[in-house]
């Protein structure tokens, strides 16, 4: 995985800019610590950070290569999970190949296929290819949005990269926000409207989009959809196939020229990843696999299960790696490092997000990266295969909105009454409800029930999902640790996306197919297992350190977050007792304490970014 960001403009002389295009590719160097490159012409200028997976002997980019008069240049982010097949179809062209790296693969698999490249990738992407002398740039981004890509257009300037902080550190770009972006981050947030970059006139390309920039301006094209269509085969058949792609996608994730490890927590998601790889290692004579989980100082003295977390990971894990023979790492995190790193996270995602969700993963992903440097999650298995609470809540599956947003007059009660009026929050939320709605592909003849679980499906996502992969995105890349994530193959996506509910379900349990096909590779008690999701502490000195360093942003009036805020209500909130705070607001895990923790990441990227309101 790297860091990918460049430059096109008009009317300005790129070689006379070097320092600007190094300074924004600098901005990249956590996702790619190995190797720095740039490539400039008059017109287009290319930055890539390095991480190096495969073949870190070559490969370097901004990489280059000619075809008669034609110069194409890659800088590119991602995992080609087939590109060995693609080689040796190039190859059966006539096509050969100075590196065994998947970015001469997709370079060429571009000179052969132009735009049509997207149809033969496996894998998680986001690149930029520009073509000299036609002066037209060329970017991607894989079907899911696992890997990330911005950009924005400005009069004759075009400028894009893997993550906003290298937009930003372009002089000509602002750090401003307006309406639309206080609503996304107070109404929406920590989910972002697909597509939006938050900051003003920057937007992100979508999941399963490409787009070409040249002289005649942009245009947009969505290349992936999901389909909907009769599903037909039976539920053994069904239970098969799934199994299938799931092994074929963690075989096909475990290539690397350096050391891999997966995630685990004794969940069905993570075990059945960590067994597939286990066996292949097997297989292959390649030892043990070595697995990591995350805990928190003293949590075991505080948990309480409940409807969203019913029951801690531990036991789960150590009968899970013992029965697969790993070579087990946990990762211990104390609450002042928690706290500490609030303001580490909001950096790695240039935004406000999942508070100390994000942060925890952060100082996860720091210890895993000191023994390995590619991981596989269970991530996005529950949006896909439906295991997410709202999926069989009544009252979810019966409200007209986002069903992990909840609470939102409450939530706006904390902000100041005019602002609040300025965002329009319930029409903003309902306008992106509807807009997402509106992409639903439905079945004809499909039941009700069927319809509203398939908007429930899409909607996750939509939007949860790509919060979640946001997240792993960032607090990985930011530590210089590749994640995979096996459950986001679209092979697997395309087909689950179509099995019938009551075969989703079967069993009377979520994700019951996915049990079924998992059935004789893991325990029948690690099968059963209910959904438990990602471990946050339970400490409550965690809520008192963020309710303490709240009250002191509260109290300071230079603070950039008090302006935004009802502050009569918040005093009222930062009194409450304990018991006040265990609702989740957004999601299973954000309840009070992440609120708190939400508001100073707020008040940190306010201040750290220089924000200014529009």
């Known amino acids: 995985m790297c860091g990918i960001t460049g430059w096109v403009d008009w009317e300005t002389d790129l070689k006379t800019r070097e320092p600007i295009i190094t300074r924004m590719t600098e901005t990249l160097t956590n996702r790619g610590p190995d190797a720095f490159g740039t490539w400039l012409s008059s017109r287009a200028a290319l930055g890539h950070r390095r991480l190096s997976v495969i073949d870190p002997e070559n490969g370097k980019q901004p990489m280059v290569r000619q075809r008669g008069e034609q110069t194409y240049v890659i800088s590119y982010n991602g995992e080609l999970y087939n590109a060995l097949e693609l080689r040796e179809r190039l190859q059966s062209r006539g096509y050969t190949f100075q590196t065994h790296c998947d970015t001469e693969v997709l370079l060429v698999a571009f000179m052969e296929w132009s735009e049509e490249c997207y149809k033969y990738l496996n894998g998680i992407f ?99 959809a999901l389909e909907s269509k009769p599903h037909e085969d039976d539920i053994d058949s069904t239970a098969n196939k799934v199994r299938e792609l799931v092994r074929d996608t963690v075989e096909r994730q475990l290539v690397s020229d350096v050391p891999i490890c997966t995630l685990l927590s004794g969940g069905l998601d993570s075990s059945a990843i960590t067994a597939f790889a286990a066996r292949a290692y097997d297989r292959s004579a390649m030892g043990r696999v070595d697995t990591f989980s995350v805990d928190y100082a003293d949590n075991e003295n505080y948990f309480k299960p409940s409807e969203f977390q019913p029951n801690s990971d531990s036991p789960w894990i150590e009968k899970v790696s013992g029965l697969l023979n790993t070579r087990h790492h946990s990762v211990v995190i104390d609450i002042p490092q928690l706290v500490n790193s609030l303001d580490t996270a909001v950096k790695a995602r240039d935004l406000p997000g999942m508070a100390d969700v994000d942060s925890s993963l952060y100082l996860f992903c720091r210890e895993i990266k000191k023994k390995a440097t590619v991981a596989l999650s269970g991530e996005c298995a529950d949006e896909i295969f439906g295991g997410y609470p709202w999926f069989t809540s009544q009252e979810s599956l019966n409200s007209n909105t986002f069903p992990w947003s909840r609470s939102l007059a409450q939530r706006m009660s904390l902000f100041n009454p005019e602002l609040v009026k300025y965002m329009r929050p319930q029409e903003y939320m309902d306008q992106r409800y509807q807009e997402t709605l509106a992409e639903v592909p439905y079945l004809p003849g499909e039941s009700k029930q069927e319809s509203r679980l398939r908007e429930i499906c899409y909607l996750s996502m939509a939007w949860f999902m790509a919060t979640l992969l946001d997240r792993k995105d960032r607090m990985s890349m930011a530590t210089g640790l590749e994640v995979r994530v096996p459950f986001c ?126």
Request: net charge neutral.
């Open 126 to 224: 986001a690149f930029a290819i520009w073509q000299e002398p036609e002066q037209r740039l060329f970017l991607c981004r894989d079907r899911m949005g696992v890997k990330p890509l911005f950009y924005v257009q400005e009069d004759s300037m075009f400028l894009f990269g893997s993550e906003l902080k290298s937009l930003l550190d372009h002089p000509e770009i602002k750090p401003q926000i307006g309406r639309e972006g206080l609503a996304e981050l107070l109404v929406l947030g920590p989910g972002r409207t697909p597509g939006h970059g938050v900051f003003a006139g920057i937007y992100e390309l979508r999941p399963g989009h490409c787009m070409v920039y040249d002289r005649s301006g942009t245009r947009l094209r969505k290349y992936w």
């Open 489 to 614: 193959d679209h092979r697997l996506v395309e087909y689950v996306w179509n099995i019938p509910w009551h075969m989703k379900q079967c069993d009377d349990i979520e994700k019951g197919i996915l049990r079924r096909a998992l059935a004789g590779l893991l325990p029948e008690d690690v099968l059963t297992r209910r959904k438990s999701p990602y471990p946050k502490t339970h400490n409550p000195a965690y809520l008192q350190a963020v309710r303490e360093q709240f009250i002191n942003i509260i109290e300071d009036p230079a603070s950039p977050l008090v302006p935004l805020l009802n502050i009569d209500t918040v005093r009222k909130l930062t009194n409450l007792n304990n018991d006040a705070f265990d609702r989740p607001w957004y999601g299973q895990l954000m309840t009070g304490a992440q609120l708190f923790a939400y508001l100073i990441q707020m008040n940190t990227w306010l201040r750290e970014y220089k924000v200014s309101i529009i």
